[in-house]
């Protein structure tokens, strides 16, 4: 009876222990060429500049199973520092782009700084296919880090509006943010890129606006 149990429970002690397989992503998913982040930097707009943002976002899309793509966030970048002023619409490619459930939010540079675009709440989705909360959701987290004018421009000016090029997590400060509901207040409630202003740099400041230090990312 023995020799009969034995290999058995040998068997069953191999299954137990073989891990699980990573769910693989959906066919729309690997697809994928535009999300918002799930998470931010974890330390308000200090997101380590340019390059940093797009670190996050590529780690996003591979654990998320989407391999072989660079990825760039949208962001601007002021000449302050030393650096050269750079617009977030230069840096994304030129479409089209599509979200994790496959559907084609814009098909072109100029159709995303339009009125014709598909983003929304329910298109504006993050890389593993979630929807991201809106006004009314608890907690609010529609403010979308941009750094940029209405056409995808860096904003004019000596102000502060990319929390010193994204390396800031100060009270002080601010970041030009969207409405990825598109939906709100600030002076372009509807804008899912330049609704307003962020008060202050730092995870708190952002989260108290209606935030939470989540940004665009586009494959190239």
């Known amino acids: 009876m023995l020799s009969l149990t034995l290999p058995v429970v040998i068997a069953a002690a191999s299954l137990a222990s073989t891990p699980s397989p990573s769910p693989r992503p959906t066919f729309a998913q690997q697809d994928m060429s535009f999300f918002i982040t799930s998470v931010g930097s974890g330390d ?39 650096a050269t002023a750079i617009n977030a619409r230069d840096r994304i490619g030129k479409g089209p782009w599509k979200n994790a459930k496959g559907v084609v939010v814009a098909t072109s540079v100029d159709d995303l700084h339009s009125d014709a675009n598909k983003l929304s709440k329910e298109n504006s989705l993050t890389e593993k296919g979630a929807v991201v909360n809106g006004r009314g959701d608890t907690p609010n987290m529609h403010d979308v880090l941009t750094g940029s ?11 502060d509006s990319t929390c010193s090029n994204w390396t800031s997590n100060a009270a002080t400060g601010s970041a030009s943010v969207g409405h990825h509901d598109r939906q709100g207040g600030g002076a372009n409630p509807t804008s899912w890129n330049f609704a307003h202003a962020s008060r202050g740099c730092g995870q708190q400041n952002l989260q108290a606006t209606g935030g939470n230090g989540l940004f665009y990312c586009f494959a190239v």
């Open 149 to 159: 004018t209405l056409d995808g421009r860096i904003q004019p000016g000596d102000g």
């Open 44 to 82: 308000g707009a200090n997101l380590g500049g340019l390059a940093g943002a797009d670190k996050h976002c590529a780690t996003l899309a591979e654990a998320a199973g989407v391999k072989g793509k660079t990825w760039h966030a949208y962001l601007s970048q002021q000449a302050v520092g030393g």
